[in-house]
């Protein structure tokens, strides 16, 4: 798999990207390996420059940055665990399928969620200027569209009239994966060396 050809099918085709992805064997262990885990830490490291060399700018108070060790640790945990959400992902997806018609695939469930996760962890480059991270945000929304996509191609042999209903399922449980990952690496880096310039 081209790594950049890729990605910019997901962002720029997604449809005709994903005809591509169904025909295409792609074993677990190798889409989080030669994909997953550089796009996961295009974030990860945008992070630590973001807030460990950057810097929040507080109105009338000044720049606060982490220390050096707590943005390369945030850094770090953040990128593990989008590569364990994305894995989880990829199973609650695979959970769902009879729910919905499909047939069960793991193999086809974890592409549907490292793929329809691309736009988002691209967009994690956005964390290098931490005022700017909601653009972050803003790109995962789009991999809500590609993922949808990825659900009527069908990958998942789901039947037309269920892939709403099954698209819905899956956000909800992006969603709540997103916010266990902020509330995890919120609380462990709540007590952090702060300075102010």
């Known amino acids: 798999m081209d790594l950049i050809p890729r990605i910019q099918g997901l962002i720029m085709k997604p449809k005709e990207e994903w005809v591509k992805i169904k025909g295409e064997s792609t074993p ?10 550089f796009l996961v830490l295009i974030s990860g ?19 606060y940055r982490v220390g050096i060790i707590s943005a390369l640790l ?5 990128a593990g665990l989008q590569l364990v ?3 989880i992902f990829g199973m609650v ?3 769902l399928a009879p729910t919905f018609g499909s047939k069960p695939n793991l193999e086809n469930a974890m ?12 967009g994690g480059i956005f964390y ?23 659900f009527a191609n069908p990958l998942m042999d789901t039947p037309q009239d269920k892939v709403m209903g099954y698209t819905v399922a899956s956000v909800v449980a992006a969603i709540v994966l997103t916010a266990v990952i902020s509330l995890v690496v919120g609380a462990i880096f709540a007590i952090g060396t702060v ?3």
């Open 74 to 78: 945030r850094g770090v945990v953040f």
């Open 28 to 37: 677990v262990p190798q889409l989080f390996l030669n994909y997953a885990l």
């Open 45 to 63: 490291v945008a992070q630590f420059i973001g807030y460990g060399l950057v810097g929040v700018k507080v109105p009338f108070v000044g720049v």
């Open 128 to 150: 290098i200027i931490p005022a700017l991270a909601f653009l972050a945000l803003l790109a995962s929304l789009y991999g809500l569209y590609v993922m949808y996509l990825g």
């Open 93 to 95: 997806i695979n959970a």
């Open 111 to 122: 592409k549907l969620a490292v793929y329809s996760l691309t736009p988002g962890w691209i």
């Open 195 to 197: 300075s102010i310039t």
């Open 85 to 87: 959400s994305a894995y």
